[in-house]
Nanobody, 128 residues
Framework: QVQLVESGGGLVQAGGSLRLSCATS????????MGWFRQAPGQEREFVAS????????YYAGSVKGRFTISRDNAKNTVFLQMNSLKPEDTAVYYC?????????????????????WGQGTQVTVSS
């Protein structure tokens, strides 16, 4: 079955950096859009970034654009989220996600309902 496993979260001071990884298994990774979402306590899950199958198209939420970078290594079945200039408001559980289908329809998709597979999440805490 499809599995997504995030790693790389932790506690960091404001202005610092973290790099999240999401290792996938169970299907041909290189065919699918991949996304990162986050959920803070009491908040809805929100889109952070996504990347198309080849890695040459990326999409970001306005709140992270210019600070976060999504990338992928199809040879290693892994997607990354490099987070720089972190702010306390970036504190959340971060999830990687993938749609059920490899359709181009999902390129640029931002709503969680477009993503059927989810990892267990990794906590990111940014202290002020």
């Amino acid at each position: 079955q499809v599995q997504l496993v995030e790693s790389g979260g932790g506690l960091v001071q404001a202005g610092g950096s973290l790099r999240l990884s999401c290792a996938t298994s169970g299907r041909t990774f290189s065919r699918y859009v991949m996304g990162w979402f986050r959920q803070a306590p009491g908040q809805e899950r929100e889109f952070v970034a996504s990347i198309n199958w080849s890695g040459d198209s990326t999409y970001y939420a306005g709140s992270v654009k210019g600070r976060f970078t999504i990338s992928r290594d199809n040879a290693k079945n892994t997607v990354f989220l490099q987070m720089n200039s972190l702010k306390p408001e970036d504190t959340a559980v971060y999830y990687c996600a993938a749609p059920y289908s490899d359709s181009d329809y999902y390129t640029g998709a931002r709503h969680p309902s477009n993503f059927g597979y989810w990892g267990q999440g990794t906590q990111v805490t940014v202290s002020s």
